[in-house]
């Protein structure tokens, strides 16, 4: 029989080593900058989520004039993620990840597309800087992207909550008022695949 007393200084020992917090031989530094992004936006651009926008194949003049309006407050409609990250990055590293982002192949359109959208789209003129055939830097692709991202970016823009950085374009007054015309115009732009 195992006595009182070594039961104790087993539990003992195991209980220190229970309660000793893991050091993690973790360096940040030994990683491309590209893959603190790519949890929410997926290693090649293609995030998995509709909260967060694939950034593969995005034009780079967009990528790195939104994380420049995260790092300096004018853009804050995510709740602060970005932020958070983009602080996180060197400025000498934004390049890189701008680089490795615009680099990568467009992702692939999703969902059946909508002909009331197709309809609204073309009548709101958005195609002019967003179309194919559009020569803004700045201006993002809006084909192939989530639904859902684009459905909260419009609605961010038509309240207020999201700026343009391209300050003499309304993009609120621009926006549908209705919700519904909103999620329509989402739903044909992520379906069309991105040229």
Known sequence: ???????????????????????????????????????????????????????????????????????????????????????????????EVVEWFSSQDAPKPSGEGSATGAALYEQSGCDSCHGRTATFPDAPHLTAQHAGYLTKQMRDFRDGRRVSGMADIPHGRLMPEVDDAIADIAAYLSSVARQ
């Open 1 to 95: 029989m195992i006595s009182d007393r070594i039961k104790i200084s087993v539990l003992a020992a195991m209980g220190g080593i229970i309660a000793v917090p893991a050091s993690a031989d973790f360096d940040a530094e030994a990683f491309p900058p590209y893959e603190r992004c790519a949890l929410c936006h997926g290693l090649f651009g293609e995030s998995a989520n509709a909260k967060f926008p694939h950034l593969g194949g995005q034009k780079a003049g967009y990528i790195s004039a939104q994380i420049n309006a995260f790092l300096n407050g004018r853009r804050h409609n995510d709740g602060g993620q970005m932020v958070n990250i983009v602080s996180e990055l060197k400025p000498d590293e934004i390049p």
